[in-house]
């Protein structure tokens, strides 16, 4: 089993800027991709980015949408992936997910991961 706790959500203005967190825990061996995930309301979930979270050499993964504003990264020592967001819009207002699996391949941004935190609400006033 892996525990995944998201932080960093909060309310901010258009333009502003937040760091999420998401801390692992666990056999968090048995996983080598960790994903950031958001649902608006009333909306399905989708994918934001990815990261490699195995030996080697760091690879992200980013939806077309985010690529430029978002970026992906991680602590390994502390077990944990970082979103920074900038110049967020009103439609970045969601609940964002962190999520853990392991892929034999590239880290998808398809939400079927198989470990889920409990999100954090990011809310952003125009």
């Known amino acids: 089993q892996v525990q995944l706790v998201e932080s960093g959500g909060g309310s901010v203005q258009t333009g502003g800027s937040l760091r999420l967190s998401c801390a692992s825990s666990g056999y968090t061996a048995s996983t080598n991709c960790v994903g950031w995930f958001r649902q608006a309301s009333g909306k399905e979930r989708e994918g934001v980015a990815t990261?490699?979270?195995?030996?080697?050499?760091?690879?992200?993964q980013y939806a077309d949408s985010f690529e430029g504003r978002f970026t992906i990264s991680q602590d390994k020592a502390k077990n944990t992936v970082y979103l920074q967001m900038n110049s967020l819009k009103p439609e970045d207002t969601a609940t964002y997910y962190c999520?853990?699996?392991?892929?034999?391949?590239?880290?998808?941004?398809?939400?079927?991961?198989?470990?889920w935190g409990a999100g954090t609400q990011v809310t952003v006033s125009s």
């Open positions: 990261i490699y979270t195995g030996p080697g050499p760091t690879y992200t």
């Open positions: 999520a853990a699996t392991f892929s034999s391949s590239v880290c998808y941004l398809e939400p079927t991961y198989n470990y």
